[in-house]
């Protein structure tokens, strides 16, 4: 089974930090998401990359950056966190082929 | 980009009912479609996908179609049970990056 793995399953951090989430997949997949989740808003789409060191905003990129140095591994980088980033956060992985398999999901609370 | 609407948001059937949950997408080149089903608290999982080339596909008591004309797809659930009760998420995908729908909270009652 793919793994993809998120370092944080929770955090609290407060206004105005940077934050770092990582993720982390183990079957050599070309492309890596982020995706935020919201109560009736389902997942938002924020950066993917669809290989090393390249990334693409998605529909929700500010406030957000994102890096890819290797190919298993893709951050979301708050630069300077607001409560308004408080939310579910989703990474996942896929070949161009086929579906997409998640992580557990970093709930961020911005405080 | 792509845009995806899901409806109906909830959706509460009996027991051994059937349920319909229904997504139109934007971008007629979009090509793949998964449904993912999301257990509270849970990582959303994939049930099913059809691609644009398929109208049907149908997996036990779980089928997708898709009418690309229309650019709507629908997932059919048949004999529902208690533990199909969960979140259930279409998604519209061209090549590398997909766009979801907002969700149907499925309530399956005993």
């Known amino acids: 089974d793919v793994k993809v793995t998120q370092s944080s399953r929770y955090l609290v951090k407060r206004t105005g930090e940077k934050v770092f989430l990582e993720c982390v997949q183990d079957?050599?997949?070309?492309?890596m998401f982020w995706y935020r989740q919201d109560p009736g808003l389902g997942l938002r789409l924020i950066y993917f990359?669809?290989?090393?060191?390249?990334?693409e905003k998605g529909d929700i990129p500010e406030g957000y950056s994102v890096s890819r140095e290797k190919k298993e591994r893709f951050s979301l980088i708050l630069e300077s966190a607001s409560t308004n980033q408080t939310s579910m956060y989703l990474c996942?992985?896929?070949?161009?082929?086929?579906?997409?398999?998640f992580g557990s999901g970093t709930r961020l609370t911005v405080v | 980009g792509e845009n995806v609407e899901q409806h109906p948001s909830t959706l509460s059937v009996q027991e051994g009912d059937s349920a319909v949950i229904k997504c139109t997408y934007s971008?007629?080149?979009?090509?793949?479609f998964p449904w993912y089903k999301q257990e509270l608290g849970k990582r959303p999982q994939l049930i099913i996908d059809?691609?644009?080339?398929?109208g049907e596909k149908k997996d036990q008591r779980i089928a997708v179609t898709l009418n690309k004309t229309a650019k709507h797809f629908s997932l059919h659930i048949t004999e529902t049970q208690p533990e199909d009760s969960a979140v259930y998420f279409c998604?519209?995908?061209?090549?590398?990056?997909?766009?979801f729908g907002a969700g149907t909270r499925l309530t399956v009652k005993p």
């Open positions: 996942a992985s896929s070949t161009d082929s086929g579906g997409y398999t």
């Open positions: 079957m050599d997949h070309e492309n």
């Open positions: 990359s669809y290989d090393v060191k390249m990334k």
């Open positions: 971008d007629s080149a979009s090509n793949y």
């Open positions: 059809i691609r644009s080339n398929v």
């Open positions: 998604a519209a995908s061209i090549k590398h990056d997909m766009r």
